[in-house]
Structures are given as C-alpha cells and as structure tokens.
C-alpha cells in the first residue's frame, strides 16, 4: 500500500497539534490503517515564523497552488479559518479529487451543503467532525451510532465561551460584563466576542447537526438566534428560586416533519444533565424516537481536542480511500425542508415583568394570558425596586410561540404593566 | 445487490424490539444500506407461544441448526442470553462463516476474546456494541471516534440496577434492603439480584470495555469487585457532609503499560458529571491523553435502546460484508497483559471507624498512618453512638493500595480502634 499524502492549510495551534499527533502516533496509526501518512506540504502566511513544532522547511508554502493543484496531494486538511477564499480553495481542491477534512464551522454551515454536493460529484469526501464539538465525535455518532433511530430533538450547550461566562455569572454572581471581561483576559473570549455572545457560532453548529439529524437543508438563516449579553444577575436569581438553571442552548427539534432551530437562553431543570455542564464544557443532548436520551459530554475546543478530532476524521477518509468507497458517506437531503410556524413551536416560557402595585393589576394580566389560552405552572410575586411597583415573574405550561407573542403584544397594551423585564424559553421538562 | 438474510436466536423484549424496528424502519435502513434485510429464522424454545408481533409462523424453530448449519443466512442476531452453550451455538455459527451480533455481556467477558479470534479466522465480524451499555455506542466511540488518542482511564456506571439503588438510597434516605425491595417490585432488580449488586455485572463490561480500550487481554478474574450491599445511610450522609456521592463506579486505568480494573462503590465529588447520573441511567467517563475528558451518557439496557444498538451493530456488520472487509475491525490484542501491584494502585481513599474515645487515640491512629506515609484532605470527628466512642472519617491524598491495607492491618491492631467500619476509594478529583 502507497503512503498517503495530505496537505495542510493553516499551521496554528490546531495544525501544530495536528502534525505532533501524526508524528508521536505513528506506529498506533499506521497498525489501523495499514498504510503510513506523510504531512507534504503546509499553507501559511509566513514560512519565516518560528514554530512549536519540528517542520521540513520544503513543507511550507504560501501558494495554495502547491497543495490544491498538487498531484501528490490525496488529502487536504483544512484548519486556517476564514469563509468565502477558503470555500474557494476547496471547491479547487475537489475538482483536483482531493478529500477534504476540516474544522471550519463557519464555512460549513454557510456552503457545507454545495461542498458535500461537490464532493459527492467528484467521489471525494468532506469530513468536518471537528467542526462542531472538538472533542465530541457527535456528528458521526448521529451518522452511525443511531443509524437505525430518528432523532425528533437536539438540545446543545455547543459554544465553550458562553457557557463560561454563564457558569462563572451563576456561581460567583457576577455580572456578564466583569465575567466577559475576565474571561477576555484568561483567552476563553475572543476580543470581538460578537458571534459568540450573540449565540451565531453556535447557531452554526446547531445549522450543521439539523441538516444530518433531519436530513434537511437547513439554512443558518432559518435559525432564530438570540445570545446572552442582556442576561442579568436577577434573571439568574429569579430562575434559581425556581429551580432553573440558564443555559445559552441550541434546540432543534422535528414533528410531523416540520423543524424548529433555536439559540436562545434557556431555562433548564437544575437536574437536567446539560444544566450540571460548567465552564468551557460542551455537551449534546440527543433524543432518538427508540433509544431515548443519551447525552454526549467533552470539551468543545482547545487545540488538542480539535486536533485529535481531526486526524479521527482523517483515519476514517483514509480507510474509505482503501476501501474504494470515498463519497458514499454522503447523504443527500432526503426531505423537503419545513419550518414550524409560530403557532407550531411549543415550549415552556419564563415571562418577568415589573407591574404597578394597584387593585386589579393581576386581573388584568390574567385575563390576558386567559384570553390567549396561556396557563402557568409557577407564579413568583415580590416588591420591586420601586415602592409603587412589583415584580411578577411566571413559568407557562407549554404555549406555542404566536401564544407569547400576542400576550406579550396585549401586555404592552396594559396601563397597568410597567415593563416585560425579559422573557426565556424554559425547556427540558418533559 | 441479494437480500441480507438473518437468523435471530431468542424472541424476548429485545428480540421483538429488533424484528420492529427493521420493520417500521426498513426504507431508511435500505437507503443507507442499499440493500434489504430479511429475518429467514428465528430461534425459540416455544414456537405456539402468543407473540407481541407479526411473525411468518415459518420463522419460528426450536432447532438451533435451523440457524446456525442454515446456508441461506448471513448474520446471526444472537439475544437469548446464557454463555456455554450459546458460546457453543455461536462458535459453530462462525465455522460456518456467519457474522455475529450480539448484546450479551455475560458470554463476551468471559469468551469474547476467543469468540473473536475464531471470527477473524473465518473472515467473520462479530460486533457486540448493545452488550456494554444499551443506549450507548460506547465501544464504536473508543474503538473510531477516539483512534488517534490513547485511552488512559475510563470510569463507567455500567449498572442501571445499582445506580437507581444508590440513587433512591441518597435521596430518599431509603435503606438497602428497602430499595432493593421496591426495585425489584418495579422490575428494576432480578429476583435473585446478586449479579447486579454484587458488582459482577459492571466487572463484565468492565471487562469488554478495558480489552478494546487498553488493547490488553484482561479476563474478569483481573477485576478486583465489591458491591453496594454493605453500603449504609450512615456511609452516604458523611459522604454527603463531605462533599461527595457515592456511586457503584466501574474503574480501569493504565500507568506505564500496567493496567488496574476494578468495580467498587466509589466517593465522587458532588459536582463530578458522574455524580448526577441518576437512576437507570448509565454513562462512561473517557480519560484521553489528547481530547481530555469526554463522557457519553444514556439508558443502560431496556429493549428499545438495546434493540436500536444491535440493529445499529448489525448495520454496520452489512457494510463490511457488502465491501468485503469482515473481520477487518477486529483488534487483536497488541500489548501483553500487565496488571499493577497493589503498591502501585493510587486513589484516594475514604475511611470511617469507631474509636474509644480517650487520651491519646487519636495520636495512635495518626502515628499509623505517618508510618505508612498516608496524609489525609479532610477529616471528621463526631460522637458515636455509644458514650465512650467517637467516629472518625478521614479522606487521605492519593495512596497506594499496598498503603491503605498495611494501614487497616496496623489499625485493627490498635486497642483504641473499636471498629473499622467502612472504607471506600475516592476518586474524580484529578
């Protein structure tokens, strides 16, 4: 058997854990796979850089020529970021019958579906396990572990730096701004945390398990995204003496094969096990039609759980190239992609809201959520900060979401309503 | 592509969920496969019985050569149970190049190790991933999703029955007895329940999960075992007061090559995942030296998710046969089996006795100890029942075996020590 040959784009701290992973597991490797690996060539921006790790100097390139038009090249491993240039780069290196291993998110779920199309036509394969959950191979236990399930729900806590700054906010009752800061200096937040606070990372990630978990193309634009940054010390509180836990967590759920996906901050039983997942942990919560709950726990980035993942996914790309089966992993979108209207997504919701403390407040805001059919589980009433106004904080029975929307509407409309404080989903009761 | 046929041995809760499932799912399973499955056999000990589904009478037989001396069958389904001659049925089945699935735990710890020689001698697969934890495809996980790492501990609740024991006993404030009692009343417990709370079922998975994951031939008999029959509310209160809970934790871990797997009741600290996993459920705790830690949570047994894993294995083993690769998956063990000394097996250990409460007991039993080099995290000293004894509780740093058991001997010794009540391993707290 011939060696195989990979060409690495991007040499950071993931492509540095790559090639030690590759060098220090060697012998391990080539006794599952038969045959030996060889790092060819590495796409960087300056091959003058001091590096970490032992390199050939020949390997490294700034011209992505050397590796997408590279004869030699069976393999490229994709680890240097970016969306639109890099989508140009493999979309080459499939016309060139080059597979493709990758743990770009952001491109995945933008033009994941177009490259799976494309590596399909050309009999290569994309895999991008790492692209999700670094250190948790959900995507292939979705793909295989319960190949003979359906999966009517996914709840994920899939972004390691919310669900920090959540677990510190809860546990040292910090606000989000001292905890963002913090975790800014400790390197968990990016310095333009945007797309992590704002919940869009993981709304990628929750975009790429939909489309395999439903077998639907699911856009990042069908998913209703809200992040944690307006979260407050009194939300958590409030939650708290409920019994409730707040998680920024990814939904995607199916019935009658119509699909809700969600990134919003949730309310979960304080003994839900996603609720017990601290720090920069991730985990996905799995509900299959026969298998029940199974939950998949690890740490959701660092370079080594993320390299490690990768060169899982390469392995896999290699036997299928032995096997003469590259392509086949590939499952089209079997079904019509269907959303769920509002009056069609059910869930729990957590409304607060500051009323002014007079006769009749409370009959008015129950004759609202009466006239919306909205019933509750748990009622919390206390002085606010205020003397003429008090906090009302409610947990509904399962209501659709036109439900809130119009109670919501109504309650603005009330003289007697101050303010809707903030309004949660609370999920993970059933 | 001809039609897969199967023989299935056993027609109980998990045999009915199987022939359900590849009938309610039986286009998706040929869209994935790309080509039919179809039961040709099935063996039973009563073929008039009444059924709860839809059998072709001709399928039923009470002759195991039906099956197994069947030229028309391909793979065997194998949920009867029972391990000499079941081993003895499955062995003629691989002679007569049958593939083999099956969930029973009970035969593959004591002959998987054969059983899958003899598999690979005749080209044969046999895949057993329903027999570890039903829901959890723990053993496909180790063996793909974790190839480029090495497994360096794993720690497992592996028993549904003894995990909602100690689950119901730590919240209920329930005793042994009692719970067993109610458990077995709910079909939770065997009426002869010594297996499962004993620990010798947990030592069986145990067993399957170290041979994959340590690629080690290690038999039960290396399994050092102790059940929860002993454990009292007065173990799980000061555990509690401590901080930990206890749970009946299957453990194996390997230092420089030397392995150590055992099945004991286990303090773990309060906040450990594994702590929170409560009732039937049942999860594995992977230690890998690159992804960190990872976990993988779901129900232990019940027929669907054990129906839905053998169908899953049963899947896979189809695709090896339709690439022509079986038996290819088979590792054949790579390191020669070394088991560590008790001097060389570390935790933390929990330790309680009754002393007689006067001058200088407490320097003796600390003298003891500061022979034995044993230093201690947290200690409890509270008044015993009797007026002229007092209870002490200690949780020493990580000690070797050798150390705790020359430490007891030495303490037994002592006219001060009235009792050596309980001692359990801490761990988690790496």
């Avoid at 950071?12 to 038969?34: P, S």
């Avoid at 069976?74 to 989508?87: A, F, K, L």
């Avoid at 006239?371 to 205020?386: G, H, N, R």
Wanted: with cysteine; net charge negative; charged share 25%.
């Amino acid at each position: 058997m011939r060696e195989i040959s990979l060409g690495l784009c991007g040499l950071g701290t993931v492509g540095t854990g790559v090639v030690n992973i590759l060098k220090n597991h060697k012998e391990e490797i080539k006794y599952k796979l038969g045959c030996e690996i060889a790092v060819k060539k590495i796409l960087v921006s300056d091959i003058h850089k001091q590096r970490d790790v032992e390199i050939d100097p020949n390997w490294l390139t700034t011209d992505p020529d050397d590796l997408v038009n590279n004869e030699e090249i069976d393999v490229i491993i994709e680890v240097m970021g970016g969306i639109e240039n890099t989508n140009v780069l493999l979309e080459q290196a499939l016309k060139n019958k080059k597979h493709i291993v990758t743990a770009n998110k952001d491109l995945m779920a933008v033009h994941g579906q177009k490259l799976l199309k494309l590596a399909k036509e050309n009999n290569c394969d994309i895999y991008y396990d790492a692209s999700v959950a670094g250190g948790i191979p959900i995507l292939r236990t979705l793909s295989d572990g319960l190949a003979s399930d359906r999966i009517q729900k996914i709840m994920g806590i899939v972004n390691g730096t919310t669900n920090y700054i959540l677990t510190k906010m809860t546990d040292e009752k910090l606000d989000f701004e001292v905890v963002l800061k913090e975790a800014q200096e400790l390197g968990f937040a990016e310095a333009d945390p945007t797309s992590d606070v704002e919940g869009l990372d993981a709304a990628r990630k929750m975009t790429i398990l939909a489309n395999l978990a439903f077998k639907m193309e699911i856009s990042l634009d069908d998913v209703e995204v809200s992040g944690i940054s307006n979260i407050t010390q009194e939300d958590i509180s409030f939650a708290s003496s409920l019994g409730y836990t707040i998680k920024l967590i990814g939904i995607a759920s199916i019935n009658n094969g119509k699909v809700e996906v969600t990134v919003e901050p949730t309310l979960l039983p304080q003994d839900h096990p996603l609720a017990l997942v601290k720090n920069e942990y991730n985990a996905v919560y799995v509900y299959g039609e026969a298998v029940g709950e199974t939950m998949f726990y690890g740490p959701g980035a660092g370079s080594l759980p993320t390299a490690t993942a990768i060169v899982s996914d390469l392995m896999e790309v290699i036997k299928n190239i032995r096997l003469g089966i590259s392509g086949n992993a590939y499952v089209s979108p079997q079904y019509k992609t269907q959303l769920k209207e509002n009056r069609e997504k059910y869930t729990s919701r957590f409304i607060r809201m500051e009323v002014y403390d007079e006769a009749g407040t409370f009959q008015k805001i129950t004759n609202v959520f009466s006239e919306e059919s909205v019933s509750f589980a748990k009622i919390l009433q206390l002085p606010a900060s205020s003397k003429e106004t008090a906090e009302i904080v409610m947990v509904t029975h399962k209501i659709s979401k036109q439900q809130l929307l119009n109670s919501l509407d109504k309650l603005k409309g009330l003289s007697v309503v101050k303010d809707i404080i903030s309004y949660y989903r609370v999920d993970g009761e059933e």
